[in-house]
């Protein structure tokens, strides 16, 4: 099987991670919710992988890495957790249903919400949204990769193009992992991660990193292990946005994907843009493909099929070609309608996926187009 589907969760893991997870499995307790070695040796280790991750990502703070299970949720604690009835915020239609549906819980409840366009080259147009921005504007949130076509702005110019105290919130689900991203150098506020996508970490890991300025009450209200004798959400972080168990075993495997990349990052990100590369070039050749991206550092590749609708497409892929791809809409439907589609099929690869594998996909997508 080919796997072609990486932005919706990395398929190959390296050997440290794997290690990291599956030890944690064999010998793990609550990390900080007792007293004993083991939990206080967790939590030493959850600890060390703040540090890594606030490191890696150039953040304002170990206490201000906050765990979470997904990128969603790291969106979710971000958005909810600072914007309220009157506060007027600029987004694009780029986002993905992380960002999109709860500003449209958030609409609701009297938030103002404006999207950006698109601009003639099928990217996020960053002088539109500086011209939605204003005065009043407390948040700007912004994808740092579609995750449909891989298209990324220029964050530096978004940042540019803010008053000093509107917060600038970036989704990082596709970026993290494939880019430098260094959230001081930005000026970014909040950066929601997804460990399981580029960050090589499995499933349940993801993180939100915050500035020292950006500070989001809680949406989740439960026990911390610190403060238990007090009713109220402990009022310094990370606590009060983590509450609950978490998932050591998805923490260490991000930890342990974030020091893989400190080696490897800038070696992985030329092949990805090499392979990108040649799956554009050639993709673009065939008759009857619509191309929708360009070569990019993280792996994704966006076509239609002028005889066959995405999702029929992908599933072709997988059951005759043995090619894993994703079909539709990608949670990402004004970015569609943006681009004029009804759906897309996807192909994202990783810094495993071989020139191999590209040139056996090219050929799988002639066959579907002859048809």
Do not use: W
Not at 40 to 50: G, I, M, N, T
Not at 122 to 136: C, H, Q, R, S
Not at 152 to 168: G, H, M, N, Q, T
Not at 290 to 297: D, H, V
């Amino acid at each position: 099987m080919i796997y072609f589907d990486n932005a919706a969760t990395g398929g190959f893991k390296p050997d440290g991670v794997i290690t990291a997870a599956k030890t944690a499995l064999e010998f793990s307790a609550n990390p900080g919710r007792s007293g004993h070695k083991l939990s206080l040796a967790c939590l030493e280790r959850v600890y060390s992988c703040r540090k890594i991750l606030c490191d890696f990502f150039g953040g304002y703070g170990y206490d201000r890495v906050i765990f979470t299970k997904n990128c969603t949720e790291a969106l979710n604690i971000a958005i909810l957790g600072v914007l309220d009835s009157g506060d007027e915020v600029v987004t694009t239609v780029a986002e993905h249903n992380s960002v999109l549906r709860p500003l449209e819980y958030l609409k609701e409840k009297g938030v103002k919400v404006s999207y950006a366009p698109l601009n003639d080259r099928g990217e996020i147009n960053v002088d539109a949204l500086a011209n939605l921005v204003t005065p009043a504007t407390k948040a700007v949130i912004i994808t740092l990769a579609s995750n449909v076509t891989g298209a990324a702005p220029e964050i530096s110019a978004v940042k540019r193009a803010l008053p000093e105290e509107c917060f600038l919130i970036c989704d990082g689900a596709q970026a993290c992992g494939h880019a430098d991203i260094n959230m001081q150098r930005s000026g970014i506020d909040a950066l929601a991660v997804a460990g399981h996508k580029g960050m090589l970490g499995i499933q349940g890991s993801g993180a939100l990193l915050i500035s020292e300025r950006f500070n989001p009450k809680p949406v989740l209200y439960g026990g911390t292990g610190s403060e238990s004798n007090n009713l109220k959400m402990p009022d310094f972080y990370p606590d009060a946005l983590e509450s609950g168990t978490l998932s050591y075993p998805a923490i260490v495997s991000m930890g342990e994907g974030a020091l893989y990349l400190s080696e490897n990052m800038s070696e992985n990100t030329i092949k990805i843009l090499q392979n990108s590369a040649f799956l554009c070039e050639n993709l673009r050749e065939i008759d009857g493909v619509k191309l929708f991206s360009k070569p990019n550092p993280y792996g994704i590749t966006a076509f239609s099929l002028e005889n066959m609708q995405s999702e029929f497409a992908a599933y072709a892929l997988s059951e005759e070609f043995s090619v894993c791809v994703r079909g539709g809409l990608h949670c990402a439907p004004l970015m569609h309608k943006a681009l004029g589609s009804g759906g897309l099929i996807r192909a994202s690869i990783s810094a495993f996926n071989t020139r191999n594998e590209c040139e056996i996909f090219v050929n799988a997508v002639k066959e579907l187009a002859k048809r």
